[in-house]
Structures are given as structure tokens and as C-alpha cells.
């Protein structure tokens, strides 16, 4: 079997610390981007006894300057696999609550994060073997799955970046690069919540299933994390 180098952003906690878990255990190598003091010390013990496999990076993707520093310690070799994890909630909240400023915020992690960082690693990635990107999103930026309204922050981020990945798989299918969108399900993380019925560990082994089989017609396209399309 040959091991993949994986990038992962977003990689302290939740779905992301449970990539970093995964991918150590079956021998791939990781170059995980972390945003905080906190979420660094918390993979720490992964990185001990990961056997030089892990190797952690500062990164808040929201800011350009992080991303640029995160690329120059990640461009040092090639990148197989990138995985856009990072992502925040937002405030949940009506119409006549939301908060414009928490909405920009979110949209430039939800959003433009993924479209900075994919962008940055470009040429690690055209050096790579399966030259593949899978962003984490969410059936809540499906439009016709929303019947409920609010959460306009987190729902409306991750309509921009499902049409920036659409927008991804084209520009980048001349370079034989894969991006797909995978929805997680509903997972027992801080971000979930404890009423989540589903362990991150399921989720993440269905969308490392779904990663590893991508093929070209795959690109562009919605999937949760058993492989059934979501729809627009």
C-alpha cells in the first residue's frame, strides 16, 4: 500500500482531530494547519507518537498572511490529498437578530478559507499523486433541502463555497485535480452538539471511503458520508 500525504486545516478538534486520528493509524502522513495555542497542545500527543508522521502548523484561514506562512512550510513536498475542515457555526440566529459583523467572519473562513488555502497549496498539489481537495460542508447549504429558515451566517457561507468548489472542479480539471464536497452528517462535536446521534468517528471513516475512491466524474459534486448525492 502506498501512504498519502494529507493537508488538513481545521485538524485541533471534532471532525478534523478525528481525520489526523485516522489517517495516523493506517500510516499516511499528515501536515495539519491549527489555529490555536490550545487546539497545537491538544495534537500534541499525536505528534509524539506519530514517528515524525504528524507534523503541526499554525493557520487561521481567514488571514492571507497565515495561509502564505502555512504554504511555505507545506510546499516543502508534494500534497496528495488536501482536506478544508476549518470552519466555524456562526450565530445562529432570525432575521432580526443577525449580527453582520459574526457574518463576515464567517463567510471569510466558511467561505473564502477554502478557496485561499486550495489556492496557495496549487503547486504542491500538481506535484502530488492523486491530486485531490475535499472541502467539508453541510446539507444546510443545500437549497432544496432548507425548509426551515435562520442560521443565516453558517447556511449562507456554505452556499458560497458549494458554488466556489463547483467553480473549483472546472478551473482545475485541465490540471487533473479532483474537488468534491462531502457533508459529514450530523456529528457529536462542540460544533453539533452533545444530541448528535452520529460519532465522528463514522463520519470521517465514510468520507475517507469516498475520498479514496474519487474518481474525474465524481468532481464537483455533493456527497454525505455514506456516498449519497445531496442535492443543490
Not at 502522513?29 to 487546539?39: H, K, M, P, Y
Not at 432548507?146 to 463555497?161: D, I, P
Not at 463514522?202 to 479514496?212: A, F, P, T, W
Request: hydrophobic share 40%; net charge positive.
Amino acid at each position: 500500500m502506498k501512504y498519502m500525504r494529507y493537508v488538513i486545516t481545521g485538524a485541533s478538534r471534532g471532525i478534523g482531530f478525528e481525520f489526523v486520528h485516522q489517517l495516523l493509524e493506517r500510516g499516511d502522513i499528515v501536515d495539519a494547519g491549527v489555529r490555536s495555542e490550545e487546539g497545537l497542545r491538544r495534537l500534541e500527543p499525536l505528534r509524539r507518537a506519530s514517528r515524525g508522521r504528524l507534523r503541526l502548523h499554525p493557520l487561521d484561514v481567514a488571514e492571507e498572511r497565515s495561509v502564505r506562512g502555512f504554504a511555505s512550510k507545506v510546499l516543502e513536498e508534494p500534497v496528495d490529498v488536501l482536506i478544508n475542515n476549518a470552519g466555524v457555526p456562526g450565530l445562529w440566529c432570525t432575521l432580526a437578530d443577525v449580527d453582520y459583523v459574526d457574518m463576515l467572519r464567517t463567510f471569510a473562513i466558511n467561505a473564502l478559507g477554502p478557496l485561499r488555502v486550495t489556492s496557495a497549496l496549487l503547486p504542491g498539489l500538481l506535484r502530488g499523486g492523486p491530486r485531490k481537495v475535499a472541502h467539508v460542508t453541510s446539507r444546510m447549504g443545500s437549497l432544496a433541502s432548507n425548509n426551515e429558515g435562520g442560521a443565516y451566517a453558517y447556511r449562507m457561507s456554505k452556499v458560497a463555497l458549494n458554488m466556489g468548489v463547483r467553480n473549483l472542479s472546472n478551473d482545475l480539471r485541465g490540471h487533473g485535480i479532483l474537488s468534491v464536497l462531502l457533508h459529514p452528517g450530523w456529528v457529536k462535536t462542540d460544533m453539533g452538539g452533545p444530541d448528535a446521534p452520529l460519532p465522528p468517528r463514522e463520519s470521517v471513516r465514510g468520507m475517507l471511503n469516498i475520498i479514496d475512491g474519487l474518481r474525474a466524474e465524481h468532481s464537483g459534486r455533493f456527497f454525505d458520508y455514506q456516498g449519497e448525492e445531496v442535492p443543490w
